[in-house]
């Protein structure tokens, strides 16, 4: 088999990166995949590439450049990994689940997510762009609108859902678990995460150009230092040679140390049992809404055969009924929302699913059409005043 030879015209000092490459070419043509993140700090400059074959008919390749932003949406899109994020954390790799996600702020590019549960917003922007310069708020706009949809997550899922059926014929939660190779029970945790993070307005901004001019990068470094936005810039000098393609990643802004996998100040999450659990909800709860938390808990407590206490930034529980389902009917948290686990149920026992929703619907709660591959949540004033039907409907299926 043919070797292909890529070799620096000038070697870059300090570089952990040896100047010359051998790569094996697949089939009789040159097959190069070829993406690093200079260290930060070089004074760098646009590298001249020979590529050559056999050692023969070398040729050099200049510099290219994405023609339209569709385009660089298109090819982040298709090859996330040009998102160093591995510069900032090593084991981190990103899964772009949507392009062109709506919000009342305009459509984002991209909308990525981590296997910790972090999620990213990323806006592609070329340098040419007149508007390039306000970039920054931009992807913070984008933040905030998002963050809207904290108060429907089930809304959000299925917008994703329409987007990662279209491209991978999968639902999200199953390309996610595919991705990142997850169990079930893995990839829904995943999921949980992500949706605490949507109700926290935690989102890391990743802004990606085909070139970058200092005083964007300043301002970036300046934002980080003094807020607890992650905003990253991320450079893409891009060579193309017949129909093959090299991609040079640089990303600015993790000069200033945050932990990605963070969206509580720790990246230890905290696992709950009944005594913090209900200290917790002592101190988020006011007296009268206390009460009806507890009542809750205490018929779960009477009548339940296990109770799963959940980890995170604030307080869940989950009773399990093992004479309608192995599953947990419902989840309440000291956030104040309860979310009926259809999706959970539905897989174990259909029947319980049907007779849980039907007894839902008959006391006010309204769900969509797909109901069965959701796990609705309420606020408290949806569900508070419902309190002691709630626990009727669940008695009745008991019995």
Request: net charge negative; charged share 30%.
């Amino acid at each position: 088999m043919a070797k292909s030879r890529i070799r620096h015209k000038n070697p870059i000092i300090g570089s952990p990166y040896t100047p010359y490459w051998e790569t094996n070419a697949r089939d009789s043509g040159l097959y190069l995949w070829w993406a690093f993140c200079i260290h930060h700090g070089l004074n760098y400059k646009p590298m001249a590439i020979i590529i050559s074959q056999n050692g023969k008919n070398a040729v050099k390749v200049e510099k290219s450049t994405f023609e339209k932003e569709d385009s660089l949406q298109q090819y982040i899109y298709q090859n996330p990994e040009s998102i160093p994020l591995y510069d900032i954390k090593e084991d981190i790799r990103l899964l772009i689940l949507a392009r062109e996600f709506p919000t009342n702020s305009g459509p984002i590019d991209a909308i990525g997510i981590d296997k910790f549960g972090e999620l990213y917003i990323v806006e592609t922007k070329l340098y040419k762009n007149p508007d390039k310069r306000i970039v920054i708020a931009q992807v913070i706009d984008y933040g905030a609108a998002l963050w809207k949809h904290s108060n429907d997550f089930n809304e959000f899922l299925s917008i994703l859902d329409e987007h990662t059926q279209r491209v991978f014929s999968l639902r999200t939660t199953e390309k996610i678990q595919s991705f990142f190779q997850l169990s079930e029970e893995e990839a829904t945790a995943l999921i949980d995460k992500s949706k605490r993070n949507l109700n926290d307005g935690v989102f890391h901004f990743v802004i990606l150009m085909d070139k970058l001019d200092d005083r964007l990068k300043d301002l970036i470094l300046y934002v980080n230092q003094n807020s607890q936005f992650d905003i990253y810039a991320v450079e893409l000098e891009y060579y193309k040679h017949d129909t093959y393609e090299i991609v040079i990643p640089r990303i600015f802004g993790a000069e200033v140390k945050k932990d990605i996998a963070v969206s509580s100040g720790s990246s230890a999450r905290r696992k709950w049992d009944e005594r913090s659990m209900l200290e917790d909800a002592k101190q988020k709860f006011n007296p009268d809404e206390l009460v009806l938390f507890e009542k809750i808990y205490n018929f779960s407590k009477e009548n339940a055969d296990l109770i799963n206490f959940g980890t995170g930034s604030y307080a869940t529980f989950s009773p399990i009924f093992e004479k309608l389902c192995s599953k947990s009917l419902f989840t309440l948290g000291t956030d104040k929302r309860l979310s009926f686990n259809f999706e959970w149920v539905g897989h174990d026992n259909p029947e319980t699913m049907g007779k849980l929703k039907e007894g839902l619907d008959k006391i006010g709660f309204k769900f969509k059409e797909d109901y069965s591959n959701t796990r609705p949540s309420f606020p408290f004033e949806d569900w508070s005043l419902k309190t002691d039907e709630i626990i009727r409907v669940i008695n009745n299926l008991l019995s």
